[in-house]
């Protein structure tokens, strides 16, 4: 069971470089997260995804897009890396539960990608 | 918008010990979901249990229990018979029940050191 799989682990980039962090479920799960932790404030909700082809902005958006091409995938991009955005990302997923007693489920996480911006 | 605080940057408890972790959170719902995260050296993130707040009793997993108390909006969890293993970082988390993206609001964390 490979579950969330988050592609690469670590990476150092230069200011102003761009990439695209990977996250992989074999879940069939429908909600999708991407989020930042930094020290001393938990995880942040970058961005999310409620189904193939949607996007939707979370607590700290600004300098990060996302795509869901394909249900099982959701990419994290930086256009233009800053030394604020050095972090740890996790990807998280979910499935969605239609009531009571079945929208309880925990969201499953990757191991996270640890970011460097010299 | 909810708001989830942990009060303890920094645990520590002695092998075999009990040792309870404060998390208070402020919302306006009735209905919503509370979980325990822990996260160790290795970086995963590890479902320890969860609440749903319309169930009055507490939730129980193993040596892991919490102390959910709606009124007072807190939510305690006590690790009984504490392992080395246990060492991690435990984040206490929110979520409104029945939201559009079923989105999660985390605390801070709460380092926990485990002496033998």
């Known amino acids: 069971n490979a579950g969330v799989t988050q592609t690469p682990k670590f990476r150092v980039l230069k200011t102003g470089q761009s990439m695209t962090l990977l996250c992989a479920q074999d879940?069939?799960?429908?909600?999708m997260y991407w989020y930042r932790q930094d020290p001393g404030m938990g995880l942040r909700l970058i961005h999310y995804?409620?189904?193939?082809?949607t996007t939707a902005k979370g607590e700290v958006p600004d300098g990060y897009n996302v795509s869901r091409l394909k249900k099982q995938n959701f990419l994290l991009g930086l256009e233009s890396a800053a030394p604020s955005q050095t972090s740890v990302y996790f990807c998280?997923?979910?499935?969605w539960g239609r009531g009571r007693g079945t929208d309880n489920q925990p969201q499953h996480f990757g191991d996270g990608t640890r970011l460097s911006i010299l | 918008a909810q708001t989830v605080t942990q009060s303890q940057p920094e645990m520590s408890v002695q092998e075999a010990e009990t040792v309870t972790l404060s998390c208070t959170y402020d919302?306006?719902?009735?209905?919503?979901?509370l979980f325990w995260y822990k996260q160790p050296p290795s970086r995963q993130m590890i479902l320890v249990i969860r609440?749903?707040?319309?169930?009055?009793q507490n939730a129980t997993e193993n040596r892991f229990s919490v102390n959910f108390q709606k009124a007072a909006k807190s939510f305690s969890l006590k690790i009984s018979d504490s392992q080395l293993g246990d060492a991690a970082m435990y984040f206490c988390?929110?979520?409104?029940?029945?939201?559009?993206?079923?989105?999660?609001?985390f605390g801070a964390g709460t380092i926990l050191r485990v002496k033998s």
């Open positions: 609440q749903e707040a319309y169930k009055q």
């Open positions: 998280a997923s979910s499935v």
């Open positions: 995804s409620v189904g193939e082809g």
């Open positions: 879940m069939n799960h429908e909600y």
């Open positions: 919302t306006s719902e009735s209905d919503y979901y």
């Open positions: 988390a929110y979520r409104r029940s029945m939201e559009y993206g079923n989105k999660l609001v």
